[in-house]
């Protein structure tokens, strides 16, 4: 697999070669890569792109996965940040997840980046869980701030159709989750990161000052992305490809010197549909003028007099021609994005 990710890389390079500002080991378990073979395509990335010396180059990794011995490797290859499953530092949610790993590995995993010398990292927390109190979100939370994490997300649990926990709350063997628990306790986390000095700069991500995650950024800022391997997408500003799924036929094809890939080419509604989604996450919100000189007055206007209803309700604050959510409104964001959607 790493010999056909390098030839992707190769097959999707152009003459004036792209700028990299962050590299992103994710989907899956990147972790498993060897530390030669993330060498190699961090090698690979270098011959064909244009890598910034200050790139953000982010590995995925699970508790269970992170070894002393695996943080200096991965180190000594090139990765100077690590984005860590924590979930929960309770046993019980853990298990009803059916996570891999242990409270015991969700606490020291930390300590043992840091000691690595990987200050900058992000973990992941989920809330909303059936049994998970009130307190022992706090506690949760309070935990991971302690632990010194310079950058949380976090993230209702949900059930994905089709999927053996989906079965098993079907078959009532599990309970199902709680949206006005959910809301509560997103609510009481937004509290909780503002007291503790962290930046709400995303719908389920917050940093300390400087510690945003720049890849993530990206996508949240509509900017161009190369995606590599099975599964992976990309986006030139216009079109959005996704390579297949099946590794077999994924290999095959790049053999043949083929990228297989699907492509849709998005529509000006498409693409200020995307905008109105992506700029309602963030702290920097939707900027009207932007609207306008991108796309056109009249979709600003519709904007500007759809959101009004939403303004009487505070989920929403106009200032300055952006449009930001307020915390309750940020509960109803998917449904007031649809709201001001272009039809």
């Not at 990765?79 to 996570?99: H, P, T």
């Not at 036929?249 to 297989?260: D, F, G, Q, V």
């Not at 849709?264 to 700029?279: A, D, G, H």
Request: glycine letters at 6%; hydrophobic letters at 40%; charged letters at 25%.
């Amino acid at each position: 697999m790493t010999a056909a990710l390098i030839k992707e890389l190769a097959l999707a390079s152009t003459h004036e070669k792209e700028p990299v500002e962050t590299i992103y080991f994710g989907g899956g378990t990147p972790s498993l890569f060897s530390g030669s073979a993330i060498k190699e395509l961090l090698d690979a990335i270098k011959n064909n792109y244009v890598q910034y010396d200050d790139a953000e180059i982010t590995l995925e990794a699970n508790p269970d996965d992170i070894t002393p011995e695996k943080l200096l490797i991965w180190k000594a290859a090139g990765i100077n940040r690590l984005s860590i499953g924590i979930q929960s530092f309770k046993q019980q949610d853990l298990q009803w997840m059916n996570r891999a790993h242990n409270t015991s590995q969700a606490s020291t995993c930390i300590t043992l980046a840091k000691d690595a010398g990987f200050e900058n990292f992000s973990a992941d927390l989920i809330y909303g869980t059936p049994g998970l109190s009130d307190e022992e979100w706090k506690t949760n939370v309070e935990q991971l701030v302690s632990l010194g994490a310079p950058h949380i997300a976090c993230y209702a649990l949900t059930v994905e159709p089709n999927t053996a926990l989906q079965k098993m709350i079907l078959l009532k063997k599990k309970a199902a989750p709680n949206s006005d628990q959910q809301a509560r306790q997103y609510l009481l986390l937004l509290k909780w990161m503002r007291d503790f000095g962290y930046e709400h700069y995303e719908i389920s991500n917050f940093a300390r000052p400087g510690c945003r995650s720049r890849h993530n950024s990206s996508y949240w800022q509509g900017r161009k992305y190369i995606g590599i391997g099975p599964s992976a997408h990309s986006y030139d500003g216009i079109a959005r490809k996704w390579n297949v799924s099946n590794n077999a036929l994924y290999i095959a094809s790049i053999n043949n010197n083929i990228i297989p890939y699907e492509e849709e080419k998005l529509t000006p509604v498409q693409r200020l549909n995307e905008y109105i989604m992506t700029s309602l996450r963030t702290i920097d919100g939707l900027d009207l003028r932007f609207v306008e000189n991108t796309f056109s007055w009249e979709d600003s206007d519709k904007i500007r007099h759809a959101v009004k209803e939403y303004d009487e309700r505070q989920w929403i604050i106009l200032s300055n021609d952006t449009l930001v959510l307020t915390d309750e409104g940020k509960l109803f964001a998917d449904g007031i994005a649809a709201r001001l959607f272009s039809l």
